[in-house]
Nanobody, 114 residues
Framework: QVQLVESGGGLVQPGGSLRLSCAASRIVFTIGAMGWYRQAPGKQRELVATITNGGNTNYEDSVKGRFTISRDNLKNTVYLQMNNLKPEDTAVYYC????????WGRGTQVTVSS
């Protein structure tokens, strides 16, 4: 079954940038769409961005113009470039991919604070 490992989270000041990475391994079936969810304390998990294996992207409204999702199919890796970060972006970010089944990473903490 697909294993996903996120990296790149951390503490950043408002207006700063981070790039999250998620590497997929133990792939048996072809990976289709990939994406990122996030969950802030006391809030529901929300979809942040998705990207198909053909490169078509979708974004949650609050991150449009600030976040960019991309993927490297040769490396089986999906990225989330986060610019102009805001305190409300603070959350645990989870990588997601669709193969035969949906797979989830364990999450990486992003904290935006001065």
């Amino acid at each position: 079954q697909v294993q996903l490992v996120e990296s790149g989270g951390g503490l950043v000041q408002p207006g700063g940038s981070l790039r999250l990475s998620c590497a997929a391994s133990r792939i048996v079936f072809t990976i289709g769409a990939m994406g990122w969810y996030r969950q802030a304390p006391g809030k529901q998990r929300e979809l942040v961005a998705t990207i198909t294996n053909g490169g078509n992207t979708n974004y949650e409204d609050s991150v449009k113009g600030r976040f960019t999702i991309s993927r490297d199919n040769l490396k089986n890796t999906v990225y989330l470039q986060m610019n102009n970060l805001k305190p409300e972006d603070t959350a645990v970010y989870y990588c997601w991919c669709q193969s035969r089944f949906t797979s989830w990473g364990r999450g990486t903490q992003v904290t935006v604070s001065s």
